[in-house]
């Protein structure tokens, strides 16, 4: 039986559809208002179960039989204030499931983050899997929380857990709509007039679970990879997004210190509205952080040949449409 957590996710519920299309016996865990996605639906043979992963009673009954977990479960937020959040469910909820995959015996593939990773090392251009992250207290709530999280999945390593980490880049699909990282599709389709001097890794979500599988099924252990299919300036991507919906791409830049004006307004706003800020110190941060990963590592060992950012971008507008 395969353990999948946060199934109703937008990584989860493509992993789930892959799995089963593959006729593997899948248990998945959803909170107990989160509504199954149109993806995985109508998917009669999964087996749901309702529980928190910061709830060990929960947890203990969906473990029953299963030799292999994919912890997808997570809590994303580059909001300060969730800070308390982020730290319960990455770094508390992954000790349980840990912990769990240690006293039955199985095997775990957990989803980190680019987040967890470090800058690339002095002389070099990419960030590699060997640049792990200089621990700073300072650093966003949410990296730090993968950081901690994937620090509790080496913990299990060493302590005889069979298990492999992913550290997805920025993933992106047709099936998030306009939430998550679909969000900044609807930003520029709706005309926004701005892009930072910022870049990133990006990939498309069927590669993330189907990488996923690869190396679940192969017999390494202890190890991380990065999971990116090409890095992208946010300039290019806020141009092809926009060339895309046939609308004027973006042509001004938002300088630092205008996205710091932004966020600290918005921020002072929210404290009358209620409204979550659209521009946080950290996603402003992040912004104009050029970023450039190197998926070698991934590629030699499992020879998956990832879809070019490019056609994902595509294939996501023209659902969107």
């Not at 069979?162 to 389709?189: Q, R, T, W």
Request: with cysteine.
């Amino acid at each position: 039986m395969i353990l999948v957590t946060g199934g109703t996710g937008f990584l989860g519920s493509e992993l789930i559809k892959q799995l089963t299309d593959k006729g593997l016996a899948v248990r998945a865990l959803k909170r107990k208002n989160s509504k199954i996605p149109a993806l995985i639906s109508a998917i009669s043979t999964v087996e749901w179960i309702e529980a928190d992963i910061n709830e060990l009673s929960d947890l203990e009954d969906a473990f029953e039989n299963v030799t292999q977990v994919y912890h997808c479960a997570a809590f994303v937020s580059l909001n300060a204030k969730h800070k308390k959040k982020l730290f319960h469910v990455n770094i508390d909820g992954t000790s349980n499931i840990v912990n769990l995959c240690i006293e039955r015996n199985c095997r775990l593939l957990h989803v980190s983050s680019i987040a967890a990773l470090g800058l690339a090392k002095k002389g070099n251009k990419e960030i590699t899997e060997k640049d792990f992250w200089e621990y700073d207290a300072k650093a966003h709530a949410y990296g730090l929380s993968k950081y901690e999280g994937e620090m509790e999945v080496w913990r299990g390593v060493n302590e005889g857990l069979n298990a492999v980490i992913v550290n997805p880049s920025v993933i992106i699909g047709k099936n998030a709509g306009f939430e998550g990282s679909g969000a900044i599709f609807k930003l520029i389709k709706d005309g926004f007039p701005f892009y930072t001097d910022g870049a990133s890794g990006f990939v498309d979500v069927e590669d993330v679970a189907k990488t996923m599988i690869l190396l679940m099924d192969s017999e390494v252990s202890g190890e991380r990879y990065i999971i990116s299919a090409g890095d992208v300036h946010y300039k290019n991507l806020f141009t092809q997004i926009a060339n895309g919906f046939g609308v004027k791409p973006p042509t001004k830049e938002a300088k630092p210190w205008m996205l710091g004006i932004a966020w600290r307004a918005l921020k002072f706003i929210s404290v009358f509205t209620g409204k979550e800020p659209s521009i946080t110190k950290d996603t402003a941060n992040s912004s104009v952080t050029l970023s450039y990963y190197n998926n070698n590592k991934v590629i030699d060992q499992t020879g998956i040949v990832f879809k070019p950012v490019e056609q994902s971008i595509r294939e996501i507008i023209q659902h969107l449409k």
